[in-house]
């Protein structure tokens, strides 16, 4: 392969300059397979619910997009954009309220767009921006083109296409600058709506739908970006996109457009057979006037029964004929010929990417990671110097070892809060990068939380280590440090996993914050710390068993009061504190085993829940 013979320095392949690679792996717009979309009778109805009525979103929706054709859906607000965008892109199906019926066909091969193999097939850009905060233009797109083209593309093959997509969107000055949030500064909302653009078009797909991809673009970044599109379709792809008011020239250089109103197909056509349909049913686009102005205008402004009879609305007059069953060669990107065979990076690739990727993120976030840090010192401190040397204390008085008892739970609830607090939010703000990334095909759910679950156990090993050296060290403790470090990891460990299932069954982080206590305080109330075991009525008794920290605190009961406990566990004399307190908290030495065990396997197990929920919830993406 010619990229073999580079002879180019690596900082001259990021750039993009002097590689002499074989344009079509290295071209945005290098020609590729179209497929002919066509779909009719796409229904949407919203089924009523407390005394109100079905309502019917879509109706009898017809159109298509051959191959090499910019086609826009246009229509006023509310009219079925971008519902028929989402049918046609697979984001949108029967659920809850919501009946969908459709007959879509790629080439007239029957297709069921929420198929996972379809939605991969297809290149969305929705109308949100979902790029991580963190990363540049440049991140993003290489991140793209890095997981979802083939394997066997070279690295300099990688920056070289990403180098031309930026080119080519006109991100070159801002290629280095972080996408930013409303919080953090970074690029323009035009400069991340070409990005998003850039990490779809990076994989030369054969399909294309964008839901207003010119929203909060100036009017000359909006012709750059439908300029961008006329290209992609130019190399072969069919391009839909849904769009509010084009400007004329932008209007004038689509290829067709389908103008939706009130769920139906008012016109669907060419953009040049426009002004004629419009001027045989009495609205003829006055003389300078924007087209596309005019006939969102005739549709608002006209009833729909006075649209009817001036004769708008056409009925799908095609006969389709019966569809073909499905072929595998439909499926896939539209990648270049030879190149189509070849897999994608497998799951650890994946997951080695999404590391490096969070990697940065912490590093460019060092606020952040300062905070956790920081937090964990302070609250060493303040709990080290409270208990300053009451480990050390003789345990001849009932009120000395109820403080060493008080200052174990007092580190096991401060890991506890400290690290279940960040995972639990970690995800409802991920959630919109994680769905878009996951269904267009950059990773799998296992490769993410491979990833999230490196990253955790690399930043929770380091902030309970602050934890429990300041701890263990100021309070004097007895048992040895590896145990007292390692139980309250794993607790740690447990309650991001659990944090991790509840951040995933939650859409909103703010929600996400308010099951905190939820999480936290059942622990406390069921591990017999404020109230001896044997008080709990006994059929709440059980419940102990399912919570992390009842192990934990076990564990570290033994390993401070083994020594000084007499023998006989099962009477302890009323004057053996240490004993009372491995008897008041169940903590058998003999079975220290036994609860490392239940720490490790719930912590395994809330971690496949949060994997399954994700998995589930992922899929549906609605
Ligand atoms: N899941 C849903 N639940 C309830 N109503 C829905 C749902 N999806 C769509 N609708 C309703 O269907 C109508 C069409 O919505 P849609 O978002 O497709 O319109 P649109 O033409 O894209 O509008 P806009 O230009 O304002 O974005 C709206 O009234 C919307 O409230």
Known sequence: ???????????????????????????????????????????????????LPDRTILDHVWGEVPPQQTVAILGPSGAGKTSLLNVLAGRSSTHGRIHVTADVRWNNYAVEPTDMNIRHSIAFVAQEDSLQVTATPREAILFSAKLRLPRSTTNAELHQLTYRMLEELGLTNCADTIVGSELVKGISGGERKRTSVGVELVTRPAVLFLDEPTSGLDSFSAVQLCQVLKKVAAAGASVLFTIHQPASEIFNSFDGVILMNQGRVMYQGSVSNVPAYFGQRGYPIPVNHNPADWIINVAQSATVAELQTAGFFPNDERKLGDSLELDDKLTGLGLVADRKTDK??????????????????????????????????????????????????????FLVVQSQFGAIVM????????????????????RP??????????????????SRLAIETLIT????????????YLIGMQGGFGIFYTAIFALAMSGTALGVA??????????????????????????????????????????????????????????EFEDCASDELSQPNPLDYCSLVLENTDSDPDETWWNWLVLVSLFGFFRLLAMRILQVKATRYY
């Open 461 to 472: 090993a380091v902030q309970i280590f602050v934890l429990c050296v300041l701890t263990y």
């Open 344 to 397: 994608p990076v497998g799951v650890a690739t994946q997951t080695q990417l999404l590391v490096l990727r969070e990697l940065v993120n912490l590093k460019r976030n060092a606020p952040v990671l300062r905070a956790r840090l920081g937090l964990a010192l302070f609250m060493g401190l303040l709990g080290g110097i409270i208990f300053l040397n009451v480990g050390e204390k003789a345990r001849d008085n």
């Open 1 to 51: 392969m010619a990229a073999m013979s580079i002879t180019t320095t690596e900082n001259d392949i990021e750039k993009g300059v002097s590689v002499s690679l074989p344009k079509s792996f290295t071209d945005p717009f290098a020609p590729r397979e179209g497929r002919t979309l066509v779909w009719t009778d796409v229904n949407m109805v919203l089924k009523g619910h407390g005394g």
């Open 502 to 559: 509840v951040g995933c069954s939650t859409v909103d982080p703010k929600m996400a914050i308010e099951l905190l206590p939820v999480m936290i305080v059942p622990q406390i109330l069921f591990a017999g710390i404020f109230v001896q075991i044997d008080l709990i009525p006994k059929f709440l008794r059980w419940a102990r068993y399912l919570f992390a920290l009842t192990y934990a605190l076990r564990v570290l009961v033994i390993n």
């Open 411 to 430: 580190v096991l609830i401060m890991s506890m809060v400290s690290t279940a607090m960040p995972t639990l939010v970690a995800f409802p703000q991920e």
């Open 433 to 450: 990068v994680f769905l878009r990334e996951y269904s267009t095909n950059h990773y799998s759910v296992v490769s993410y939380f491979m």
